[in-house]
C-alpha cells in the first residue's frame, strides 16, 4: 500500500478502520515517515496505533498535533468510563515533551 491508497482507505472508511495486520505489511515502514499518513492511522485506530506496533516509539510521538489529535481521541471514547485516569494520556506523549507547557495543560496534569 502507498501514501495515496491508505488515504483513500481513510475517507471511504474512517475511524475504527485501522487493520493491525498493515503493521507486518513490507510497505508499512516507509508509508508511516508522513505525517498525514500517520494522522490518519491515528482517527483510524482510535488513537492505539500509538500505544502498541511500531508506531508506539516513532517520532510522530514527539509531533504536537499528532499527540493532541491522539489525545482528544482518546478522551472523547474514555472520559466518561469509571475507570479512566488523565494520566494515562501521557502515554501518548514522548518524554521531551513531558515539561511542554501546552501539553501539560492539554492533559490537565503534570507528568
Known amino acids: 500500500m502507498n501514501k495515496s491508497e491508505l488515504l483513500s482507505y481513510f475517507d471511504e472508511n474512517g475511524a475504527g478502520s485501522y487493520d493491525t495486520n498493515w503493521e507486518n505489511g513490507s510497505w508499512f515502514s516507509d508509508v508511516t515517515r508522513d505525517k498525514e499518513v500517520v494522522l490518519a492511522m491515528v482517527v483510524m485506530s482510535d488513537a492505539q496505533c500509538l500505544l502498541h506496533g511500531p508506531l508506539k516509539d516513532s517520532e510522530f510521538k514527539k509531533d504536537k498535533e499528532v499527540v493532541f489529535t491522539a489525545i482528544d481521541i482518546y478522551r472523547t471514547l474514555w472520559e466518561d468510563e469509571e475507570d ?8 501518548f506523549v514522548d518524554q521531551t515533551l ?8 492539554e492533559i490537565g496534569e503534570e507528568f
Open 84 to 91: 479512566y485516569e488523565a494520566g494515562e494520556l501521557w502515554d
Open 98 to 105: 513531558r515539561r511542554d507547557q501546552e501539553v501539560i495543560d
